[in-house]
DNA sequence: TAGGCTTTGTCAGTTTTCTGTCAGACTAAC
DNA sequence: GTTAGTCTGACAGAAAACTGACAAAGCCTA
């Protein structure tokens, strides 16, 4: 994992970087939020530990600021302070955890962790609801533990109406996914993938909602 | 935002329901990981808030049973232990986040927030009165926890009605809503509709003023 | 390259569901 | 009791969706 650690004090800097490396993660430390925004435009990080303060900057200014340039990697803030307004506010500011100091260091690693394992659960991404079961990667659906054999459009098509997490998604936005918008299909053809879906997978797995859309019920 | 709150104290339970509640969050309370299964298996959810102590198992190891079953859902740990060696029990099995009672409700809350928004799920603006509920998001409407089914006009209608918080709306006004008025139709088409609506609602829940129109009443 | 198999969009016919209209009943207010 | 407004069951037209058949295209194998 590669972390971009921000921290003026030379101390907790030190002893953060030496316990990261220790853990296997390669870490960038600087001290300054000016640094930081290099480092940022330069590299790529899976994770950053901010300081509340910084010299040059408030950590949470630099924060908010970098979430509105679309920087969405996961940010531990550190801080000494406790009052709760003030974890809100760092929370609230596009923080995704926080601690406040003196911290343990395995509490710090075990956070670390836990924000880690997120990205990697949405890369991987394996899509279940209820019994049904979609791995992007390897394209295999199983639904209650046996596979099932799908042609590539039904996938895409069962794919994206499980992203969208039991919400209803309209035909348009499966032609858009499924053909880019280049080839011209009728709306017709959606309901006949829908259709061929259904014959595999059982009624009951896919529900409509005239005028609205599909989407994928829990089995 | 849509919340399962697993937690055995009744009076904690309560409070933090009311609390979700009041933010505007759905809120579904059990006491027990097996009525968290089931709720799990049932519907969706964007966020648990799970307690580390439940009568019939350790929350943690329902937690972990249910990472492993595929549930990628974020995951709030609420504790009474602040041993740190727990701590990290809790994020490595699967915790996202962390809470040591007594907390601050509106850490709590901020940390939802934090929670949710990685998700990068919408704030749902849920509309509720009463025991209704309907979410404009998934186009789901629930009365008293249980979903009923409406169709697009009927939905539009409601929701229309229930955006305007308590006021009488008039026939004219949902009629605009509903057709735009590209659609000129009789006022008795929404009659029409409203006398569906109360089939599938009850009576008692949509109520008429002669000559002004019609609102929907708390339940 | 031919033949067989699968995939998939289109068409057409069918089925399902929605929804506006009508008519007659009902109701509240005067 | 009258009246205007509202409610609702029945109905029918329309819209949306479903599905079997078919054919074009792609792919694999011999």
Not at 117 to 144: F, M, Q, T
Not at 179 to 203: F, H, M
């Amino acid at each position: 994992m590669k972390i971009l650690l921000v921290e003026d004090d030379p101390q907790l800097g030190a002893s953060l970087e030496r316990a990261l490396h220790h853990d296997g993660s390669v870490c960038e430390w600087v001290k300054t939020a000016e640094d930081a925004e290099l480092a940022l435009d330069v590299s790529f990080f899976d994770l950053i530990i901010l300081d509340w303060m910084l010299p040059d900057q408030q950590g949470i200014y630099f924060l908010k600021e970098a979430r509105k340039r679309g920087v969405t990697i996961p940010v531990l803030m550190l801080t000494a302070r406790t009052a709760t307004s003030e974890k809100i506010e760092g929370l609230d500011g596009g923080a995704d955890d926080y601690l406040t100091k003196p911290f343990d260091l395995d509490e710090l690693f075990a956070r670390l962790r836990s924000l880690g394992r997120r990205r990697e659960v949405k890369a991987s991404s394996e899509l279940v609801i209820g019994g049904l079961r979609l791995c992007p990667d390897r394209h295999e659906v199983s639904l209650n533990e046996e596979e099932i054999q799908l042609s590539k459009t039904e996938f895409l098509i069962l794919q994206k109406m499980m992203e969208s997490q039991g919400r209803y998604i309209s035909k348009s936005q499966l032609e858009e996914y499924a053909y880019n918008w280049d080839n011209c299909v009728t709306p017709n053809a959606i309901e006949a993938q829908i259709s061929r879906l259904r014959k595999r997978l059982g009624s009951g797995v896919i529900t409509t909602l005239r005028g609205v859309g599909y989407k994928v019920e829990k089995v």
